[in-house]
């Protein structure tokens, strides 16, 4: 069964960097589609950003310029670097795979919590 553990959260004041980690329990190369999505307090998950095994990529509108979505098949991880944070960037981000995109469904980690402030 396909599992997602996300790590690589914390405190970071604004303007500082993070790398988050998702690793898969599987071959990424079972996987059509991965990504990362995150929740602010008291709204809605939304879309980050997502890449194929081809290392196609996408962006939402408000994750473009400062974050980067990456993928290392050897150690079965992906990557969400995130550049030059802002406190609208304060959020659980979540790790996501769907294995057989675009059908059947999506899984997900647990979180992992990012808070942007001084």
């Known amino acids: 069964q396909l599992h997602l553990v996300e790590s690589g959260g914390g405190l970071v004041q604004p303007g500082g960097s993070l790398r988050l980690t998702c690793a898969a329990s599987?071959?990424?190369?079972?996987?059509?589609?991965m990504g990362w999505y995150r929740q602010p307090p008291g709204k809605r998950r939304e879309l980050v950003a997502t890449?194929?095994?081809?290392?196609?990529?996408n962006y939402a509108d408000s994750a473009k310029g400062r974050f980067t979505i990456s993928r290392d098949n050897a150690k079965g991880t992906i990557y969400l670097q995130i550049n030059h944070l802002k406190s609208e960037d304060t959020a659980v981000y979540y790790c996501y795979a769907a294995p057989t995109w675009p059908t059947g469904r999506n899984y997900w980690g647990q979180g992992t919590q990012v808070t942007v402030a001084s």
């Open positions: 599987i071959s990424l190369f079972s996987i059509n589609r």
């Open positions: 890449i194929s095994p081809g290392l196609k990529t």
